[in-house]
């Protein structure tokens, strides 16, 4: 029970912390430092790059902030409707961010092997989502928590890139760029394998 509750926090603490990190690009001049300062200055000229690109980490963040509080159970029975709506609001910000996430993806930094990582990843979060709201519509319950499951933990790549990130390059003593590759990938497939076994061990 105490190892479930730490589980618990830890994972609430990561979502929380991830959700709320595109606010630095409000904060901090991001363009110099973060990600954004190795891209040329072409693509950072680019108006539907800009939309693109701040549609996905605004709205991602929503999604990340949101998507966990629908797991719990005891909340579910007690507020159904306050579930429903944050459900809607859930599936929208996903279809904004996973639809500007792919349209970045292919202007990724890296090899094509990156963005296809990342290409991928979006596809599944947008399918896994729809199938999410599609079942529920059908009113197919148990498979509605099947698909939510796997699109939270698509949607909880944004907090375990940052995770295998900095270990990467310290772990195996590989550059940045062969590390973001690897990470394009690791930073969901395992998220996928958990979300699987999850949904075997809770018998849905
Ligand atoms: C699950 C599907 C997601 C996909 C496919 C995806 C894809 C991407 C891609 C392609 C980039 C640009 C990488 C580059 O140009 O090298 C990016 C950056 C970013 N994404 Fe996502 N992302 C996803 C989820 C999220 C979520 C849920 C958040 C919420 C916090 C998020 C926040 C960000 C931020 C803040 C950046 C800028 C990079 C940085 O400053 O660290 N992403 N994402």
Redesign the pocket.
Known sequence: MIAKNITWVIFLVLAIA??F??I??LIVD?KSN??LAS?DTDLLSSTIYNIG?YS??YF??I??LIGWSQFSKKWRAKYLNTHRVIGKIYVITVLL??IS??Y??F????ANL?KLG??L??VL?LFTTVMAFVTIKNKQILKHQQWMIRSYA??F??VTL?LWLPLLPAIFKIDFSQA?AIVAWLC?VPNLVFAEILIKKLKL
């Open positions: 991830i959700g990190y595109p630095m690009y991001m973060g990600l891209k690109f996905h980490i991602g963040g999604a990340l961010s996973g996430g792919l970045i993806a202007h990724a930094s890296g990156t990342f290409g990843l979006a979060w698509l949607c790549a944004a940052r973001y969901w």
